[in-house]
């Protein structure tokens, strides 16, 4: 089973096993997710081309092994929650997405806003103070806040900015007011813990979706304010993990100014996605070489590894402006 989905990332797992229901029960799972995940799960379903019948098996042989793994005790609670998230995404990234699950039963109205296009958004929330704007832009994702943020006016878009990089908690009564104030909106009318919200890794990856004339001069307007600031989002904006979304062209130009050594180091430190895309984007013979050194190196220094990304984030940096690749947005550094 593991060698028939090797390669095979979790979002073609899911778009395989949505395949392989009727078109009702996919129906009732798609409902549950939001419009990011829909998104993403229907490219990947219209994407599928020619699966074998070995790799169908070997993922819904996975999915109904993992299901029977699962009790029913605890489900629902916080804590398993919590658990099996910061498993599976890591503990920052875990925290984060927990607050978004715990807050969103009782946030319909700023939930609400991730189906309506940019512009309308913009004009939802353009009359509220700048924090107000913020906070919602923080709680969207990245690429629908970027998209959101160009139907503002250069000034107030720094300071929106300025405000996301310099948001660290929410308390959970202020994000409740602010959903009333929307579901008033849309319909016509007028001491606990903290929820994690907003601030530099947030903004970075606002600014990695936002066109790239708006991003640099936003960029240098930012760093004007506060040059610690900027230089902190920017070096959040480009990591690693946004090599998986570069195409397959971009990655073989990319693997022709990078030394072998270099890329050692750095796929030490990727999953195993990210490995199989560098793979499947060199000759048989090369991608052969490349899996032996890797398992031959052993362990290295984080501290290595690191500088083995930001040598090669440099590189796709400078193709990028160049126009010979195209950089993903998103993504989270990798260790």
Known sequence: METSVRGVSSLERAAILLMSMGEKDAAEILKQMGPKEVQKVGAAMSALKSVSQDTVSSVLNLFLSECGAQSGLGVGSEGYIRNMLTEALGEERARGFLDRILLGGSSSGINSLKWMDPRSVADVIRQEHPQIQAVVLSYLEPDQSASILANFPEKVRLEIMMRIASLESVQPEALKELNVILEKQFSGKGSNPSTTIGGRKTAAEIMNNLDGAVEQELMQSIKDADEDMGNQIQDLMFVFDNLREVEDRGIQALLREVSS?????????????????????????????????????????????????KEILVVARRMADAGEIQLGGGGEAMI
Request: charge should be negative.
């Open 261 to 309: 050594e270099v890329l050692i180091l750095a796929l030490k430190g990727a999953d195993d996605y990210l490995k199989e895309k560098f793979f499947a984007n060199m000759s048989k013979r090369a991608a052969e070489l490349l899996r032996d050194d890797l398992e031959a190196k052993g362990p290295v220094r984080i501290v290595e590894v690191e500088a083995a990304q």
